[in-house]
Structure formats: structure tokens, C-alpha cells
């Protein structure tokens, strides 16, 4: 079955420290997978996507197939970086996307 | 702003109720889907629907159902309201019903069963 798996509800770094978050996915096909964002009071919104192989705000997100991973990461943390963090896998087959249960960033200053 | 609008903002209700949430896409985008937030769930999609019919079904309870209408806005109507049907509820649109397009979200309706 189809599973998104973020096993860190909270992760709280402090400001100028590296971070990862992570994501793994449990699909047999050829996954396709995001990262969106929810900011404070916000809405939700996409932060990257694997097929762009983009970085945004800092942030980069590998595929990795081996380890069925998606880890999102950014060298150096910064304080407007805390928020909710949802790694997301659609299976286009069926045009059905699964969200992970999310990951609230905390950046210490 | 997304350009997705969603009404009401917040909605009070008792259980057993049923209650329309309403959602309009971005101009042009031609799915909705909707999705169900709550703090022991997550982020769950529910359905989708492209130009008028229905794509994707996630884990969308019987007692709940959608529409999407020929101006592509959509309603989701949750019906015989329980205490666990709180949580807020976002629509979300895309210019397409295939994968690999940003889902634009709208802001939440936050739906309250007392």
C-alpha cells in the first residue's frame, strides 16, 4: 500500500544549523514527490518538487529510490523557516496523492 | 493569495447536522480536491473532481460528498455530523487532473460539531 512516513512531529534546531527533515514513501511505481510548506496563519503551499530537482529558499530534496527517501535539507536554518512541513507523494496512476502526517520546524534564535 | 476561495471561514454546528463547504478554483485550473485537516489525522485528501467529474476518491467517509459544477466551483457536504468531523477542511485546485502540477490551496474552512 501507498504510505507516507514524516517520523518527526517536532524538530527543533537552532538558527544557522543545518536541518533535515525527513520523509519516507512506500510505493511500488515510479513515485513522484513534493515538499509543501504551511507558514503561520498561511496557506498551505508547495516548496519543491523532485522532478524540478530545484532548490527553493535553501531547501533541497533528493530521491533517493535505494532508501525510498525524500528528505527535505537546508545547510544553515533560519528563524523564518519555522513552519509545517508536509511531504507529499502522488501516484499518477490514479491521480491520488498522500500527504505524510507532517513535521513542525521550530528554528531557535 | 492562492486565488482559491473557500466559505465559510469558521462553522459551528451540532452533531447530526449537515453542513455545505464551498470552494472556487483559481481562474482556468480545472481540478478541486479537497482535503481533511485535524490534529491526530493529518492532512487527508479526500476527493478530487476534474471539469465536472470525479477523479479521485481518498478516504472520504459515506456520509460525506462533493460536487464540482460547470463553473467549476465545488461543494463538500458532510452529512449526520459526529464530534470527529471537526477539523478544517481545504480545497484546493490545479490546471489539471493528471499528476505532477502544484495543488494551489485555499485558506481553510474551520468546521466545529459541538
Known amino acids: 500500500a501507498q504510505r507516507v512516513t514524516q517520523p518527526e512531529k517536532l524538530l527543533s534546531v537552532f538558527k544557522g544549523a543545518p536541518v533535515e527533515l525527513k520523509c519516507n514513501y512506500s510505493?511500488?511505481?515510479?513515485?513522484?514527490l513534493f515538499w509543501y510548506v504551511q507558514y503561520s496563519r498561511q496557506r498551505l503551499q508547495l516548496l519543491l518538487r523532485?522532478?524540478s530537482r530545484e532548490s527553493i529558499k535553501g531547501f533541497t530534496a533528493d530521491l533517493n529510490k535505494g532508501e525510498t527517501s525524500f528528505h527535505l535539507k537546508k545547510p544553515f536554518a533560519q528563524e523564518e523557516d519555522s513552519a509545517m512541513y508536509y511531504c507529499?507523494?502522488?501516484?499518477?496512476?490514479?491521480?491520488?496523492?498522500?500527504f505524510g502526517s507532517g513535521t513542525r520546524l521550530s528554528i531557535r534564535p | 493569495d492562492s486565488g482559491v476561495t473557500q466559505t465559510p471561514k469558521h462553522l459551528i454546528t451540532a452533531t447530526g447536522q449537515r453542513v455545505t463547504l464551498r470552494c472556487s478554483p483559481r481562474?482556468?485550473?480545472?481540478?478541486v480536491y479537497w482535503y481533511q485537516q485535524s490534529l491526530d489525522q493529518g492532512l487527508q485528501f479526500l476527493i478530487q473532481?476534474?471539469?465536472?467529474?470525479?477523479?479521485a476518491k481518498g478516504n472520504i467517509l459515506e456520509r460525506f460528498s462533493a460536487q464540482q459544477f460547470p463553473d467549476l466551483h465545488s461543494e463538500l457536504n458532510l452529512s449526520s455530523l459526529e464530534l470527529g468531523d471537526s477539523a478544517l477542511y481545504f480545497c484546493?485546485?490545479?490546471?489539471?487532473?493528471?499528476?505532477?502540477?502544484?495543488?494551489?490551496f485555499g485558506p481553510g474552512t474551520r468546521l466545529t460539531v459541538t
Open positions: 484546493a485546485s490545479s490546471p489539471s487532473g493528471g499528476g505532477g502540477y502544484e495543488q494551489y
Open positions: 510505493y511500488s511505481g515510479s513515485p513522484e
Open positions: 523532485h522532478i
Open positions: 507529499a507523494l502522488l501516484y499518477s496512476s490514479a491521480s491520488k496523492i498522500i
Open positions: 481562474s482556468g485550473d480545472l481540478s
Open positions: 473532481y476534474y471539469n465536472g467529474e470525479e477523479r
